[in-house]
């Protein structure tokens, strides 16, 4: 319904506002560009080297920063060397690494990917970090008089015990990672989705450019709905964390 | 033998406001299948003589052992029921029990029998699938026993376990008590600062005075069992203990005041708008 009155207004908008229609075009004309990006493969080609790049860009960051984070927030020497540093370079926007990975990595993949990684992984490890901090030392003593194993400290007691944090990093990485990856692609030559906006601009083909934004829209979405949602609500139902709503 | 031997163990610890002498030179020695319950004032080191005995610290000097072996470490052999309990919110009631057993090395078909088996000694058979935010206080506890019970540990090892529970449930939770021990026998060793749940519980009372920390007089209990809280026996003895602890526990409550409180005196409560004997 929302959504709908949404519409109308944009239509009404583009058929009578200030800008000419190829400037702001209509919902259908919008929708006439994905159907011909999607027939003409263009659209789908550079959705799915976007993903292939987010994919591994975003599982090398989980890998390191997952480790790392606990490591920071397990050692005391690791957080005043490599902590301070990981929350000194998390303020830079990872974009501005792209220079230095362009002329470090060539005009290719990589240079991308370590912009997304850049996005990603201090994000990851400093909610890791600050989620393994907070959990509470009565686990840990409960769990040594059970006798668990030092790795099962990890895996069974600090890692379920701070997945609430884990989660919202994991989350925050990916939208992170999502963001650097568009503006590295709008500004490095190379197929992708960031790459099809560009190109929509160069051909003054604003249906395009807003088509590209929705695929863009959607997938956020998709993932944020069917994958990290999904995995949250079980952890918040688990703890008890449903939240409190007004009426 | 005793089970476990507690010898001239001492203990500091360094807080914000300098060095805290939690226990000095303190020997103790818990026959197997005795109940003994620890009590003192705030601050006297009865938590951190249990946690000495559980391995979680290490004493300065002195050593605690069990049996024939010197405790240098937790173990499963002594299991601990802590005062919130504990559990792990991310595991369901019978998988909270089943963490140690887990951690043994069992397989899942003898974990799942030995959790049911102690989740039943407890009365929670209802709740294995039950998440721990659902459940309430006392069932938290009776959850953290099960978890401990089903360690099969020598001895149990429960810090103020019903310290945070309102009156009805704690004496839910004593029958609940003596009802296992009457069925395992294990040796426990029971923190408290509540003297009559001391009384109703121990076969043996141990006074511990405060700062530092030592033991100031031993109680044997020869009730009969079944107690209750609210009998003239377990009444007359807490009252006899409670006299002497009070002695300790004012100088350790002017500790945690300023120099100029006084602790309240036996006495009348005045009326502040006039005078006794008004009205007569």
């Known amino acids: 319904m929302f959504f709908g009155l949404l519409m109308a207004c944009w239509a009404i908008i583009s058929k009578y506002g200030k800008w000419e229609e190829a400037l702001f075009p209509s919902p259908v004309q919008v929708f006439r560009a994905i159907q011909r990006g999607v027939l003409d493969g263009s659209l789908t080609r550079s959705t799915a080297v976007s993903m292939k790049r987010m994919l591994i860009g975003y599982s090398f960051s989980m890998c390191i920063g997952l480790p790392l984070g606990i490591m920071l927030a397990r050692v005391e020497w690791m957080e005043d060397t490599v902590g301070s540093l990981v929350l000194g370079l998390q303020t830079l926007p990872s974009i501005c690494w792209l220079p230095l990975a362009l002329l470090w990595f060539g005009l290719n993949d990589m240079a991308i990917l370590f912009v997304v990684i850049m996005g990603a992984l201090l994000a990851i490890t400093v909610a890791v970090k600050d989620g393994v901090k907070n959990v509470p030392p009565g686990y840990l003593r409960a769990a040594r008089t059970m006798g668990v194993s030092p790795l099962g400290i990890y895996t069974q007691v600090l890692i379920p015990a701070a997945m609430p944090s884990i989660l919202t990093g994991a989350k925050l990485g990916w939208s992170f990672a999502w963001r650097a990856l568009m503006s590295g692609e709008l500004l490095v030559v190379g197929l992708g989705l960031g790459q099809q906006l560009e190109s929509g601009r160069d051909n003054a083909d604003m249906s395009q450019v807003i088509a590209v934004m929705l695929v863009i829209v959607a997938l956020g979405l998709f993932t944020d709905l069917a994958i990290f949602s999904a995995i949250e609500n079980r952890v918040r139902l688990r703890w008890g964390l449903t939240g409190i709503r007004s009426a | 033998m005793a089970k476990l031997s507690i010898r001239g163990v001492s203990r500091r610890y360094s807080g914000t406001d300098g060095d805290v002498h939690a226990l000095d030179n303190v020997s103790l020695e818990i026959e197997n ?186 109680y044997p209990i020869k009730l009969a069992r079944p107690r209750f809280i609210d009998d003239a026996d377990v009444a007359s003895i807490a009252r006899r203990i409670s006299d002497v602890l009070k002695e300790g526990l004012d100088a350790s409550r002017r500790e945690e005041y300023d120099a100029d409180w006084v602790p309240a005196e036996a006495g009348v409560l005045r009326p502040v708008d006039g005078m006794l004997g008004d009205h007569i």
């Open chain 2, 33 to 218: 299948g005795e109940f003994v319950v620890l009590i003192g004032p705030s601050g006297c080191g009865k938590s951190t003589l249990l946690n000495l005995i559980a391995g979680l610290d290490p004493p300065d000097s002195g050593e605690i052992w069990e049996d024939e072996k010197r405790i240098k470490g937790p173990g499963r052999d002594r299991s601990v029921v802590f005062q919130d309990g504990a559990l792990f919110p991310w595991l369901t009631v019978q998988k909270n029990v089943e963490f140690g057993l887990k951690q043994m090395g069992l397989s899942p078909i003898e974990r799942k029998r030995r959790a049911s088996y102690y989740l039943k000694l407890v009365h929670l058979s209802q709740f294995v699938d039950s998440s721990i935010h659902e459940l309430s206080g006392g069932m938290r506890q009776r959850v953290a026993i099960a978890r401990a019970l089903a360690l099969e540990p020598d001895a149990l090892l429960m810090d103020e376990p019903f310290a945070a529970l309102d009156a009805q449930t704690r004496e839910d939770l004593y029958r609940v008590l003596h009802e296992i021990w009457d069925r395992t026998r294990t040796t426990i060793v029971f923190v408290t600062h509540n003297v009559r749940e001391a009384v109703c519980l121990g076969d043996r009372v141990i006074l511990l005075s405060s700062r530092p920390g030592r033991i100031h007089a031993e």
